[in-house]
Structures are given as C-alpha cells and as structure tokens.
C-alpha cells in the first residue's frame, strides 16, 4: 500500500510539470502575440487555456481522491495540500497569459502599447517567458537556487511594472483613454504572472527545505 501511494505523489508531481509546461506554452505564445499582434498565437493561446483548466480540474479531483484514501499525515500531507495550491496558481497563470493573448486579439491589427512602451513590455514578457522555464524546473526538480531565481526575475518585472505606471501618469504622456487603459492592464498581467510564480515557488521550497522564507543575501 506505500508503494501505491508513493506512486500517487509522484503521479502528482508528474501532472503539476504537465500543467506547468503548458503554462510556459501559453505564455510565450502571448507574450509573442501581444508584442508582434499576431492574432493567430492569441486565438491559440485563448483556446488552449480550456486545456489548463481542465488538466487543473483533474489533478484537483485525483488530490481529493487521495486524500480521502490514505488520508496521508506530515509531509505527506503538505504535498497533497500544496498542489492544490500550486494547482490553483498555475491554472490562474494561464488566465492571465489568456488575458494577454486577448488584447492583442482586441486591438489586431494595432499593436496593443504605443511605441514608448514597447522596449519595456518586451522586457517584461522576456521575464515572465524566463519564469515560467524556470518554475518548470523546479518543479520537476525541486531545486530550490530555482525558487531564489524566480524571486529575482519577479524583482525586476515588479520594477518595470512600476516604470509604466510612472510613464502613463507623468506629464508627458500623450496616449488616450483606451491606450492608457491597455497599458495599466497588461502591466498588471505581467506583473501578476510572475507574482504567481514566485508564490508557487515559495510552496515548492518549503517542501523541500522545511523554511518558507530564505533571507536575502546581505539582509
């Protein structure tokens, strides 16, 4: 019976690199629709986004199932729990790589962002792509120098999301009401997307090392 539910957990694990692994699919998919308007990758993204869910759907119900018949305790439980969790982050991922893609669905054949805005997107969907590879890795590797990677990239894309915001609200700014409204939109989708990350990075760390929060170098 051990062997059994050790294979379950691994079946787990295995499900959780599947989603991820369309995740970081779909995201560079919209970050290549949303900077080039190609409304061929953003309908591809949108659809496969039911993809997602439905493999979330699954891996949640399988969980669930578990739960109810080995009733696992200690770390076992933590890892039954924390893929929900993770579960539920990565399926919100893909939402947001959806959003993405539909923007530039809605705004074809126009770009999305004026000109002034389009090195700094490229910036922040470059990161969000770098996130989404590494968050793959760790969770099919559990190594944790991967979540502090992740922390990192997080770093500078919470930095660039700020610098739009400076850039549509400063004197200077000469987009109107729907350019501004798309830009404030697609920043906090980046910014959100690599917030989830790091969220489900912070889980995958703590299974590994016990310690939710790694204080940073020279703190």
Do not use: C
Not at 103 to 117: C, G, H, I, M, Q
Request: charged fraction near 30%; charge should be negative; hydrophobic fraction near 45%.
């Amino acid at each position: 019976m051990r062997e059994v539910f050790q294979q379950e957990l691994r079946e787990v694990q295995d499900r959780l690199v599947e989603i991820s692994s369309l995740v970081e699919g779909s995201i560079e998919n919209a970050v290549r629709a949303f900077n080039d308007s190609n409304v061929a990758l953003a309908e591809t993204v949108i659809e496969d986004d039911t993809k997602i869910d439905a493999l979330a759907a699954e891996l949640d119900e399988h969980a669930i199932q578990i739960l109810a018949r080995q009733a696992p305790v200690a770390r076992d439980l933590r890892i039954v729990v924390s893929a929900l969790r993770i579960s539920a982050s990565l399926e919100r991922m893909g939402d947001i790589a959806e959003h993405i893609a539909q923007l530039a669905r809605y705004r074809f054949p126009d770009k999305v962002v004026p000109t002034s805005l389009r090195a700094t997107f490229a910036e922040m969907g470059r990161l969000d792509v770098e996130v989404a590879h590494k968050l793959t890795e760790l969770l099919r590797t559990e190594d944790t120098r991967l979540a502090e990677e992740i922390r990192d990239e997080d770093d500078k894309i919470d930095a660039l999301h700020l610098s739009v915001f400076d850039k549509v609200l400063g004197e200077t700014w000469k987009g109107g009401a729907a350019e501004t409204v798309d830009a404030t939109l697609a920043s906090r989708y980046h910014e959100r997307f690599g917030d989830h990350a790091v969220s489900i990075a912070k889980k995958v760390r703590y299974l590994a090392t016990g310690d939710w929060a790694p204080q940073r170098a020279g703190a």
